[in-house]
C-alpha cells in the first residue's frame, strides 16, 4: 500500500489543500523529498493565488488529483543545495513557477521550451519521477530541480513579483513569440485581471500602444490612470466596438470564460493576430471569414520556458513591472478564492506564507 | 433606373448568367465597356469553374446581383490595350483572376495585398468604379484594368492554367505566407477537389512531403499515384488519425463544409499551424486548450495579391504544373454546376468558351 503523503518523503512539510471539489482549503500534513544532487530547497515566503489553482481546487477541468496544494507563483529563499547545484546558494532570493521537471530530450526541450514538453511534470497535481505527487506553493518548502528555479532579480519585490512567475510569463512569451513587440503598434488586452494587468504594463514597456478591451467600464479609470493604458474599450458597447474595428495589429486575449471570438477578430488589422492565454473549459466560437477574410489568425500560449522566464523577471525588474496585489495570510485563502470567483480582486491575492500560521 | 446590360457599355459582349436564386444559367447578351487608356480587352479561351460561383449563383452568401455572370478563372489572348497600358500587346496570352478593381490606397494594396483592400471589386457580381455591375468569364470577351491582369507564359496550356487564378493562388499564398514551403517539412491538406490537388502538386514542387487528409478512401490511389502525395490519411479512420498525431508542420484546410478542428490541430506538431482557405457559413468551434498546450496557430488566407498571383503563375509554369481538368462546352454548364455541388469532378470543370460559346444569331 501506497505511503501517506506524511510519510513519502523525508522532510516533514505543511500546507493548505483541497480536498474535493467544493475547493475549500485546510491545513494539510505532507513531505518533501531530499534535497537530491541537483535540487535546491527553499523556504516559501510568497505565493501568488492563480487563476487556474482556482480552477483545479474544485476540478473544473475534470483533472485533479486530491488532495491538492496549489501555487505555482512561488517566491521564497535558498535554505539548502545539492552537490552539483552551482547557480545558487544558501539565503538566495529565487522563485519556481509553473514546471518543476522536463524530460530534457525532445525537441522543445532542446529549444529552451520545456513547457510544450509532452512529459513535463507541473509544479501541482502532476505525477512526478518517483511516482508521488507534486505539491504547490501553498506551503512552508518546496525541493525543486535548480534548473526549474528561477533567481529572483535584486531590485523586484518578493511579493509583488511572485505573480510573474505564472501570470507575468504566460503574457509575456506570445508577446515576444507573436511578434508584439514592434514600438508604435497597437495591442488589445482582452479581460482585465492577474494576466491582463500584467499585458498592459509590458505592452507599455515594449512601447506599443495599448488599449484595455473589458466588459466592465468601471475599471476604465484605473486601466488608464494606474496601469497606463492609452485607452479602454467597453465590448458590451457595440457602437464603441464597430468604431474600434480594423485598428489593432494584435490582441492578448486573457479571458477565461467561455466567450466569442467574433468580436475581437473584427477589432484586428488584416495579418492581425489573436492570441488566447486563458484556458476555458468549452471550446471558443471563431467564425471562419473572419480569418480567411482578412488573414488573421489565433494561436495559443502556454506560459513559457526556462531561460525566457529568466528573461522576462529580468526584463520587469528592469522597467520596474511587477504584480499589483492584496497580501492574505493563508487562513483567509477560502475567503480569497471566493473573491476570485467573482472577479474581486485588483489584480492578485499573493499568500504571505512567511508571516502566516499554516497549522 | 439603370440602362439594359446590352446598352450599359459599347462593345457587344455575350455570356451565360443565372437570373434568380434557382441559380440555372441560360444564354445573356449584355456589353462591356471601352478600351480605357489602361484596360486590356481580350477574346476569352477558358473559363474555370469555381466553387464559389455555384454559391453565388444561388446567392448562399446573399451578395449575389442578379442577372449575374459567374466566373474567375478566366484566360484568353489579347485583342487591345489601352494607350497608356505597358505590360501587354495584342496577341499575348493573359488571364484574369478574383478580383479587378482596388482603392490603390489602403495599407494593404500598398503591400501588393489588393484581396484583403476593404474596397476590393471582384470579378463578378460587384460595383466597378463606374457604377456598373461586373460580369466575370464565362463569356466571350473581358475587358480589364492591366493591373490586375495576369501574364500566361508562352507553352503553357491555357485549359489546365485557368484554374490557377483562383484555386491555385487561393493554396499557393498561405504555402508561401505561413512558411510551409520549406523543402523537408511535412503538410497535410484536407480535402482534394478543386483546390486540394493544386495545393497538393505546389507543395510537392516545394520539396514539401505531402499527406492527404480526406473522408474518401477512394481517392487514395489517385492522391498517391496520380498526385504525387506521399501518403493518405482518412480522417474518420480513428486509428490512422491517432498515429499521425503531432507529425504536421502545417495543414492547409479547403473543406469548406462545417467540420470539426480539433482534430486536425491534433494532427500538428508544436507550433504547427491550420491554414483556413474555405469557408463554412457557420463559425466552427475551437478548442483554446488544443491551441495553448503546443502554441499552436489557426489562420485564414483569401485568395493573393496579383504580385503573388504573377508569380505564382510563374511558378507553376516552371514547375509544370496544371489543373487536373475536365473540358466542357457551354451548354453543359449547369450539369457541370450539379455535378460539382456532388463533387463530382476531378478536379475542375472549364468551360470552352472560344469554341462554344457563341451567340446564336
Given at each position: 500500500m501506497a505511503k501517506s503523503p506524511e510519510t513519502e518523503h523525508p522532510q516533514k512539510a505543511i500546507g493548505w489543500a483541497a480536498r474535493d471539489n467544493t475547493g475549500t482549503f485546510s491545513p494539510f500534513h505532507f513531505s518533501r523529498r531530499e534535497t537530491g544532487a541537483d535540487d535546491v530547497t527553499i523556504k516559501i515566503l510568497f505565493c501568488g493565488i492563480c487563476h487556474s489553482d482556482l480552477h483545479c481546487a474544485r476540478n473544473e477541468w475534470g483533472v485533479t488529483n486530491y488532495p491538492i496544494v496549489p501555487g505555482h507563483e512561488i517566491v521564497g529563499t535558498v535554505t539548502k543545495v545539492g552537490n552539483n547545484v552551482s547557480k545558487f546558494k544558501e539565503g538566495d532570493k529565487v522563485g519556481v513557477g509553473v514546471l518543476v521537471a522536463s524530460c530534457q530530450k525532445c525537441e522543445s526541450c532542446q529549444q529552451g521550451l520545456e513547457n510544450y514538453c509532452p512529459n513535463m511534470i507541473l509544479t501541482y497535481n502532476s505525477i512526478d519521477r518517483d511516482g508521488t505527487k507534486t505539491y504547490g506553493g501553498y506551503s512552508d518548502l518546496i525541493v525543486v530541480d535548480q534548473h526549474y528555479v528561477l533567481r529572483f532579480p535584486d531590485n523586484m519585490p518578493l511579493d509583488a513579483g511572485a505573480p510573474l512567475l505564472c501570470a507575468g510569463i504566460t503574457v509575456y512569451s506570445p508577446m515576444k513569440y507573436y511578434g508584439m513587440t514592434e514600438p508604435g503598434k497597437h495591442l488589445g488586452v482582452a479581460g482585465l485581471g492577474g494576466l491582463g494587468h500584467v499585458a498592459v504594463k509590458i505592452g507599455k514597456a515594449f512601447g506599443l500602444k495599448v488599449t484595455v478591451i473589458s466588459t466592465s467600464p468601471k475599471k476604465e479609470s484605473e486601466a488608464i490612470?494606474?496601469?497606463?493604458?492609452d485607452a479602454f474599450l467597453v465590448s458590451s458597447d457595440p457602437a464603441k466596438v464597430k468604431a474600434a474595428m480594423g485598428t489593432m495589429d494584435y490582441i492578448i486575449d486573457t479571458v477565461s470564460a467561455v466567450h466569442s471570438l467574433a468580436p475581437l477578430l473584427g477589432l484586428l488589422k488584416v495579418n492581425g493576430k489573436l492570441v488566447t492565454v486563458g484556458l476555458p473549459e468549452k471550446p471558443l466560437e471563431v467564425p471562419i471569414f473572419a480569418l480567411v477574410g482578412a488573414r488573421r489568425l489565433v494561436g495559443g500560449s502556454n506560459v513559457g520556458g526556462m531561460k525566457e522566464t529568466q528573461e522576462m523577471l529580468d526584463f520587469c525588474a528592469k522597467h520596474n513591472i511587477a504584480a499589483d496585489i492584496e497580501l492574505v495570510r493563508m487562513d483567509q485563502i477560502n475567503t480569497a478564492m471566493e473573491r476570485l470567483a467573482k472577479s474581486d480582486v485588483k489584480y492578485r491575492f499573493v499568500i504571505d506564507v512567511g508571516n502566516s500560521k499554516l497549522q | 433606373m439603370g440602362q439594359a446590360p446590352e446598352q450599359e457599355h459599347p462593345k457587344n459582349a455575350f455570356g451565360w448568367a443565372a437570373k434568380d436564386t434557382s441559380g440555372v444559367l441560360s444564354p445573356f447578351h449584355f456589353s462591356r465597356r471601352a478600351t480605357g487608356e489602361k484596360d486590356v480587352t481580350f477574346k476569352v479561351t477558358h473559363c474555370g469553374i469555381c466553387h464559389s460561383d455555384l454559391h453565388m449563383i444561388k446567392n448562399e452568401w446573399g451578395n449575389t446581383i442578379y442577372p449575374i455572370v459567374p466566373g474567375h478563372e478566366i484566360v484568353g489572348v489579347v485583342t487591345e490595350v489601352g494607350s497608356k497600358v505597358s505590360k501587354f500587346k495584342v496577341g499575348d496570352k493573359v488571364g484574369v483572376g478574383c478580383m479587378v478593381g482596388s482603392c490603390h490606397s489602403c495599407d494593404s494594396c500598398a503591400i501588393d495585398l489588393e484581396n484583403y483592400c476593404p474596397k476590393v471589386i471582384m470579378t463578378y457580381a460587384n460595383k466597378y468604379h463606374d457604377g456598373t455591375i461586373t460580369y466575370g468569364g464565362y463569356s466571350d470577351i473581358m475587358v480589364a484594368d492591366e493591373h490586375f491582369v495576369v501574364r500566361i507564359p508562352e507553352g503553357t496550356p491555357l485549359d489546365a492554367t485557368a484554374p490557377l487564378l483562383c484555386a491555385g493562388i487561393t493554396v499557393y499564398s498561405p504555402l508561401r505566407f505561413y512558411g510551409l514551403d520549406k523543402p523537408g517539412m511535412h503538410v497535410g491538406v484536407v480535402g482534394l477537389g478543386g483546390l486540394g490537388h493544386v495545393a497538393v502538386k505546389f507543395a510537392k514542387a516545394m520539396g514539401v512531403k505531402v499527406t492527404v487528409i480526406s473522408t474518401s478512401p477512394s481517392k487514395k490511389s489517385e492522391a498517391i499515384?496520380?498526385?504525387?502525395?506521399d501518403s493518405f490519411l482518412v480522417s474518420r479512420d480513428q486509428d490512422e488519425m491517432q498515429a499521425a498525431m503531432g507529425t504536421m508542420d502545417g495543414i492547409i484546410d479547403t473543406v469548406s463544409a462545417v467540420h470539426p478542428l480539433m482534430p486536425l490541430i491534433g494532427l500538428l506538431k508544436s507550433q504547427g499551424k491550420l491554414v483556413l482557405v474555405g469557408a463554412p457559413e457557420k463559425p466552427l468551434e475551437l478548442p483554446a486548450f488544443s491551441l495553448l498546450m503546443g502554441r499552436k496557430i489557426v489562420g485564414g488566407s483569401m485568395i493573393g495579391g496579383m504580385k503573388e498571383t504573377q508569380e505564382m503563375i510563374d511558378f507553376a509554369a516552371k514547375h509544370n504544373i496544371r489543373a487536373d481538368i475536365e473540358v466542357i462546352p457551354a451548354d453543359y454548364v449547369n450539369t457541370a454546376l450539379e455535378r460539382l455541388a456532388k463533387a463530382d469532378v476531378r478536379y475542375r470543370f472549364v468551360i470552352d468558351v472560344a469554341n462554344t460559346m457563341k451567340s446564336t444569331p
Open positions: 490612470s494606474k496601469l497606463g493604458a | 499515384e496520380r498526385l504525387g502525395a
